[in-house]
């Protein structure tokens, strides 16, 4: 069973790098289905991260911090909205500078409260979010598979992890089930015909971008309070711009944006664990085995739920390959043929692999990913 | 009129103490930041040293892109500064230019040779304290799996990792899991990235890891700790930390490199070439203190201390894996 433990320690891995991947990502979704681009998901986060590991250090409480987290997430997206909302600014230039905003200042209040070259005290585990065991983990845990999975991969994430994945439904519910949802929609497409029906468009769009404002605070803070036990300068590492590619590759969907998350996640837990090894012919196979079905999981991607059950299946059916190959004993069989020629390939070819798989699948396989329609453009009342 | 006078007089003291000293050093960090709570952190705490001791005060810069290495160094220079310490190895292509150009100036940099008659290069014999820490660590581990989590993938850093193997090895450790960081200095400031690595090795059965990747070693450190392993520090003493998860810190005295510098500046003792500076130079060492005395044992301590004899007299010689860009181990 040594296989099904190396299965779930990397899908656990894959848990916790695409948590705040999805976070923001379901931030962006918010804001560009109403119709405000928002480049500065990467500045609300690192805002909000800063924000959390300093409110948790001087109050000494973990809640405190999200709390603040996404008071001054929020704050930025308001100032967000407050340029291209009220006045209809450059929705791009707004959100890089809000990403300079956080960048500088994160930097210079951290430096200045705490001396400590710009990083947040280092903070004990009672001040954290702790991993949540669920019930019944230890007493399932010998159980094979499905116990090992309940308790393995399924419990001992934290908090902000299971809302994370509890957003992905609550989004898709609140963007296709109400009213709100609908309206949102519509203000992203055709904010004339909105106006036109006597509700207000840039009422509408500041909820979205309070919306964008809360999740971004709550992927800050999982990486402050959850992955670290603090705030690092520029911790954030990038992880808002991916956020955004992910939310393009999903076609601007709830569900399919989770699943963009996690493949993300995915090809970054693996390529950690690939790193270094001389891997023979036949244990490349699955790789190129499991990014095929990736791609044609991408092309069927209508994401009707049907299908994106069979697809996550599928995904693991290779993804339980490839585990195996590695953990397991093949390459005893395989040795002595042609096919057990090791061939190293750099380490910088597997930690591009999530950027040139973007490009391949944006370009080839998921078809042309249409923006809403108003996205970018401020609302102007006809008069 | 008297305050006047008085005010004069200082200032005109001052200005003669200013000539008297005729030394004006000048230190220059490396990307990671001087709080990074290692390499870059070690220098200043150098050149803090020297400013507590003669009361001179020194100019720093810190960068934070590549394209600023050569103008900060330029301008240092014609500023006169003397002299000019600079701490990581990627100043080296800037520093070949800028000492050509002011051949009279003393410069210091810090892992790197630069071959000029007026620079000091500093180099250390990392493998020889990563040897160590590699002994205590297999020693410390239960399951003789030990890990290893370098920054950005060069060749120093494989000679950390190298002499930590071979430490490891002679003490007993079946396998040692490496793993780099990234290929980009952003590699020296990826604490998130650092702490999945390191759970990533703990899953797949580390119980020490050494983490020798500047200021992404935060995140190891605090990832082994929270998962009930130890965790090694680098470069400046780390136990502190995570007090009693930190099984020792390799030191490598780039505090002392740069208060020596400054100090040989001040007396005009300054001389160029090469200093290799390993364990019988006192330029690397493990840290013991309060937090990790429970942790080593007396047999770890004198396994330690005998490998530390065996390099200096000889009898042992760690693989040095720039000599030949390979690890036998």
Same mark, same amino acid.
């Given at each position: ?62 809640? =405190? ?95 902000? +992890? ?6 992905? $439904? ?107 090894? $001389? ?25 009707? $739920? ?10 693991? =059916? ?14 005893? +069989? ?39 329609? +108003? ?9 | ?25 000048? /230190? /220059? ?136 193997? @071979? ?27 650092? @702490? ?98 429970? /942790? ?34």
């Amino acid at each position: 069973m040594e296989f099904v433990d190396a299965l779930i320690n990397i899908l656990n891995s894959t848990i916790r790098v695409s948590v705040p991947l999805l976070l923001a990502c379901l931030a962006g979704l918010y804001s560009e289905r109403a119709g405000v681009f928002d480049i500065g998901l990467e500045g609300k986060m690192l805002a909000g991260a800063f924000a959390a590991g300093a409110a948790a250090a001087v109050f000494g409480s973990a809640w =405190i911090g999200l709390i603040m987290a996404v008071f001054v997430s929020v704050g930025l997206a308001l100032v967000h909205g407050f340029a291209s909302i009220t006045h209809r600014g450059n929705q791009i230039v707004s959100g890089v500078a809000i990403n300079f905003i956080a960048a500088g200042s994160t930097i210079i209040l951290g430096q200045a409260w705490f001396q400590q070259g710009g990083r947040t005290p280092s903070l004990p585990a009672e001040d954290r979010f702790g991993a949540i065991v669920l019930p019944f983990a230890d007493a399932l845990r010998d159980v094979p598979i499905i116990g090992q999975l309940y308790s393995g991969l399924l419990s001992g994430h934290t908090l902000l +992890a299971y809302l994370a994945f509890l957003a992905v $439904p609550f989004t898709w519910w609140v963007l296709f089930r109400t009213r709100f949802g609908l309206r949102l929609r519509a203000v992203g497409e055709n904010p004339a015909a909105v106006d036109t029906a006597g509700i207000s468009v840039s009422w509408l769009r500041y909820r979205a971008v309070i919306c964008t404002g809360v999740l971004t605070g709550l992927a800050g803070c999982y990486m402050a309070l959850s992955q670290n036990a603090g705030f690092v300068k520029d911790m954030t590492a990038g992880r808002g711009y991916i956020a955004l590619a992910a939310l393009i590759f999903a076609k601007w969907k709830p569900v399919p944006a989770m699943f963009a998350c996690l493949l993300f996640g995915f090809l970054d837990a693996l390529s950690i664990r690939l790193q270094g090894r $001389p891997l023979a012919v036949f244990e490349w196979l699955p790789v190129v085995v499991a990014v095929l079905v990736l791609a044609g999981l991408m092309t069927i991607a209508r994401w009707k $739920p049907l299908r994106s059950i069979i697809a996550a299946v599928l995904v693991g =059916i290779a993804a339980a390959w490839l585990v195996s190959v590695f953990y397991g004993g093949l390459t005893a +069989a395989f040795q002595n043929s042609v096919l057990g020629a090791p061939i190293r390939v750099p380490v910088q070819l597997m930690q591009a692999l999530p950027y040139i798989l973007t490009v391949i699948l944006l370009a080839g396989f998921i078809g042309k990913a249409i923006p809403p329609r +108003a996205g970018g453009v401020p609302y102007v009342k006809e008069r | 009129m008297k305050r006047i006078f008085l005010g004069l007089l200082a200032a005109t003291a001052l200005s003669f103490s200013a000539y008297a000293q005729e030394v004006k050093p000048a /230190l /220059l960090y490396d990307l990671g930041g001087k709080f990074d709570k290692s390499f870059n952190e070690a220098s200043f705490n150098g050149a803090e040293k020297f400013k507590a001791e003669t009361g001179i005060e020194y100019v720093e810069f810190e960068v934070s892109n590549a394209s600023q290495r050569e103008q900060a160094l330029r301008r240092f220079a014609e500023d006169g500064r003397n002299p000019i310490v600079m701490a990581g190895f990627s100043w080296a292509e800037s520093l070949e230019k800028v000492a050509t150009d002011f051949p009279d100036l003393k410069f210091a940099i810090i892992d790197m040779v630069v071959d000029k008659p007026n620079v000091r290069s500093l180099v250390f014999k990392e493998h020889e304290g990563s040897y160590l820490v590699g002994i205590m660590a297999a020693m410390a581990s239960q399951t003789k799996k030990v890990g290893f989590i370098g920054g950005m993938d060069i060749p120093l850093i494989r000679k950390f990792g190298c002499g930590y193997v @071979g430490g490891a090895k002679a003490a007993g450790a079946t396998e040692v899991i490496q793993n780099m960081t990234g290929d980009t200095p952003a590699a020296w400031n990826d604490p998130t990235k650092g @702490g999945e690595i390191a759970k990533t090795q703990i899953d797949q059965g580390a119980d020490v890891i050494y983490a020798a990747a500047g200021g992404t070693g935060v995140g190891v450190l605090q990832a082994a700790a929270d998962a009930g392993k130890l965790g090694i520090g680098v470069d400046s003493n780390q136990n502190g930390l995570q007090p009693g998860k930190v099984l020792t810190s390799m030191l490598k005295r780039v505090d002392t490199a740069v208060y020596n510098a400054f100090m040989d500046g001040k007396n005009g003792t300054f001389e160029a070439g090469i200093n290799n500076l390993g364990l019988k130079e006192g330029g690397v060492d493990y840290a013991m203190d309060e937090n990790n005395k429970d /942790l080593v044992t007396e047999e770890m301590k004198a396994a330690v201390e005998k490998a530390k004899a065996d390099i200096i007299a000889g009898t042992i010689t760690v693989h040095d894996y720039m000599s030949d860009d390979s690890c036998p181990y």
